[in-house]
C-alpha cells in the first residue's frame, strides 16, 4: 500500500472512530466558512449592483440658450475625444421638456401653462466604468467649467465615491471576520486531531519503534485535517446553496428590484472552488500543526 493510501484509510478510520467529536469539527469548519461564503456571496452581488451604478453615471453639462451650432458641435467633438468619455448625447431644449412630461405627467398643467421652456440644452456624458469616481472625470469637470458656452456642469460624485468607499469597508471587514472564524476552525480541527493522535498514542510508539517514516506516522493526521477542513468547507457551501435558493424564492424580487441589477447571482465556480481548496488548505495546516507532536 503506498504512502497516500494508507493516510487516507488510517484517517477515514479515525474519523469514524472521532465519531461525535469529528461531527463537531466538521460544524465549527462549516460555520466559518459558510460566514465566508456569505461574505463572498454579498460580495458579488453588491459588485454587480456597483458596477451597474458605475456605468450609468452620467455627467451632465448645461448650455446657455444663447450657444451657436458651432460652438456646440465644437464642445460635443471636445467630449467624445476624453478618454473618460464612453458617449455623450445632445437633449435640445423641447427634447428636455417632453422628457419632463412623460416623467411628471401629473405636473401637465404646469408645463402648459409656462410661458416659454425654462429648460436647459445639455449634453448627457455617459462615462466609462472604469473612469467613474476617478480623477480622469475630476479633470474632465473642471475643463468644462471653464469652456464657452457652458452654463454648469453636474456630477454627483460625492456619493460614487462614498458608495465605493462603503463597499471597500465592508469587504475588508468581512475578510477580517472571515479569518478570524477560520483561525478557529483551524484550532477545532488541531484539537480533533491531537485527541486523534492521543487515542493512538501507543499504535504511534510502536511505529517509532520499529523505525517506520515520518511519512508513514504523521501522514494520517495531515490527512485526518485535510478530510475536515475539506468536509466542512463542503457543508458550508451546500448550507450556502440551500439558503440561496430559500431567500430567492420568498425575497428575490423584491432584494432584486432594491438592488437594481437584476436577479441575484449565487457563487461562480471561481468562488466555489475557492471555498473547498481553502478548507483543505486549513485543515491541512492544522492537521501539520498538529502532528507535530508525532515525534
Given at each position: 500500500m503506498t504512502v497516500i493510501g494508507y493516510a487516507f484509510e488510517e484517517a477515514f478510520a479515525s474519523l469514524r472512530r472521532a465519531g461525535r467529536s469529528a461531527a463537531i469539527s466538521i460544524g465549527t469548519i462549516a460555520i466559518a466558512f459558510a460566514t465566508l461564503g456569505g461574505f463572498l456571496l454579498a460580495s458579488v452581488n453588491v459588485q454587480r449592483s456597483l458596477d451597474r451604478w458605475l456605468e450609468s453615471?452620467?455627467?451632465?453639462?448645461?448650455?446657455?440658450?444663447?450657444?451657436s451650432d458651432e460652438l456646440r458641435a465644437r464642445l460635443e467633438q471636445y467630449l467624445r475625444e476624453q478618454p473618460a468619455v464612453a458617449a455623450v448625447e445632445y437633449v435640445s431644449k423641447a427634447r428636455a421638456l417632453e422628457r419632463f412630461r412623460a416623467d411628471f405627467p401629473e405636473l401637465l398643467d404646469v408645463a402648459s401653462s409656462l410661458a416659454e421652456n425654462p429648460f436647459p440644452a445639455a449634453f448627457e456624458v455617459r462615462l466609462r466604468t472604469e473612469s467613474a469616481g476617478g480623477p480622469a472625470v475630476d479633470d474632465l469637470t473642471t475643463g468644462l467649467g471653464g469652456r464657452d458656452?457652458?452654463?454648469?456642469?453636474?456630477?454627483?460624485?460625492?456619493?460614487?465615491?462614498?458608495?465605493?468607499?462603503?463597499?471597500?469597508?465592508?469587504?475588508?471587514?468581512?475578510?477580517?471576520?472571515?479569518?478570524?472564524?477560520?483561525?478557529?476552525?483551524?484550532?477545532?480541527?488541531?484539537?480533533?486531531?491531537?485527541?486523534?493522535?492521543?487515542?493512538?498514542?501507543?499504535e504511534v510508539d510502536i511505529m517509532q519503534l520499529v523505525g517506520a517514516p515520518f511519512s508513514y506516522i504523521r501522514g494520517p493526521f495531515i490527512v485526518e485535517g485535510l478530510l475536515l477542513g475539506g468536509a466542512g468547507a463542503?457543508?458550508?457551501?451546500?448550507?450556502?446553496?440551500?439558503?440561496?435558493?430559500?431567500?430567492?424564492?420568498?425575497?428575490?424580487?423584491?432584494?432584486?428590484?432594491?438592488?437594481g441589477a437584476g436577479p441575484l447571482q449565487?457563487?461562480?465556480?471561481?468562488?466555489?472552488?475557492v471555498m473547498i481548496l481553502g478548507g483543505l488548505g486549513v485543515g491541512a495546516t492544522a492537521g501539520t500543526v498538529a502532528s507535530r507532536s508525532a515525534k
Open positions: 453615471a452620467e455627467v451632465s453639462v448645461y448650455l446657455y440658450d444663447d450657444l458656452g457652458v452654463a454648469d456642469v453636474r456630477y454627483d460624485r460625492r456619493w460614487l465615491a462614498r458608495l465605493v468607499g462603503i463597499v471597500t469597508t465592508a469587504r475588508i471587514a468581512g475578510a477580517v471576520v472571515a479569518a478570524v472564524l477560520m483561525l478557529g476552525a483551524a484550532f477545532t480541527v488541531a484539537a480533533v486531531v491531537r485527541l486523534s493522535l492521543h487515542a493512538r498514542r501507543d463542503a457543508v458550508a457551501l451546500a448550507l450556502i446553496g440551500l439558503l440561496y435558493s430559500a431567500t430567492t424564492r420568498w425575497l428575490g424580487p423584491d432584494l432584486a428590484g432594491l438592488a449565487f457563487l461562480g465556480v471561481r468562488e466555489s472552488v
